[in-house]
């Protein structure tokens, strides 16, 4: 009987534990994205909860998986004023990178951020702000009257700014906002009067 007691009374302690860690990662993650959303948008330009209105997006022709990519909509006063696209693109030079879009609902791109890579230090890792201002480029951007070749490097004869020996890693951050662009005209109604989705943290 005593043996049973301190197994039953482990038992509990351990869910308690358990159940305490996963609201502490969970916890952790919403903090996190919080953060990450909070640097594309300036305080002052919404006034909704960013995390709680999302839409869960399944395109993978576009988007490059078949998992859900979540679009974020910050709103003033109930009125969607910039859409966020957290998606991730598999061609960078060293795997996936994973990027924050964010558009304002005439189609213009508000800013680009990239969130998390593997791509070689002092080369690839420019697409970090916090190493260089390349993603700059696409701050306050407008997109209507783009073509498919201005989506390019200079290099290539486009329009934007490549990274000296970081051809392969620049190509692909921009494929992926060319791709939540071209995403973002063709379905921009839906983007922005869909009711919210629930989701779950990753």
């Excluded at 974020?72 to 990178?97: E, H, K, P, Q």
């Excluded at 690839?124 to 783009?146: A, H, M, N």
């Amino acid at each position: 009987m005593a043996l049973a007691l301190i197994a039953a009374g482990m038992g509990l302690l351990i869910a308690i534990t358990v159940n305490s860690t996963e609201v502490r990662i969970t916890d952790q993650r919403l903090a996190a994205r919080v953060a990450r959303l909070t640097q594309l948008m300036p305080a002052n330009s919404y006034n909704n909860i960013l995390h709680q209105d999302t839409l869960a997006i399944h395109a993978p022709g576009q988007f490059q998986t078949d998992l859900a990519v979540t679009a974020y909509r910050a709103r003033m006063d109930g009125n969607v004023v910039s859409v966020i696209f957290a998606l991730t693109t598999i061609d960078g030079y060293n795997g996936n990178i994973d990027l924050l879009v964010a558009l304002h609902t005439d189609g213009r791109l508000q800013a680009v951020r990239v969130v998390r890579h593997q791509e070689t230090p002092g080369l690839g890792d420019r697409i970090e702000l916090r190493k260089s201002d390349w993603v700059r480029q696409f701050s306050e951007l407008p997109t209507s009257t783009l073509t498919n070749k201005d989506w390019q490097l200079r290099k290539h004869g486009g329009r934007f700014d490549q990274l000296t020996g970081a051809t392969i890693t620049a190509t692909a951050v921009l494929g992926a906002i060319e791709r939540t662009v071209k995403y973002f005209h063709e379905h921009r109604e839906w983007l922005l009067e869909t009711p919210a989705d629930e989701i779950e943290l990753p």
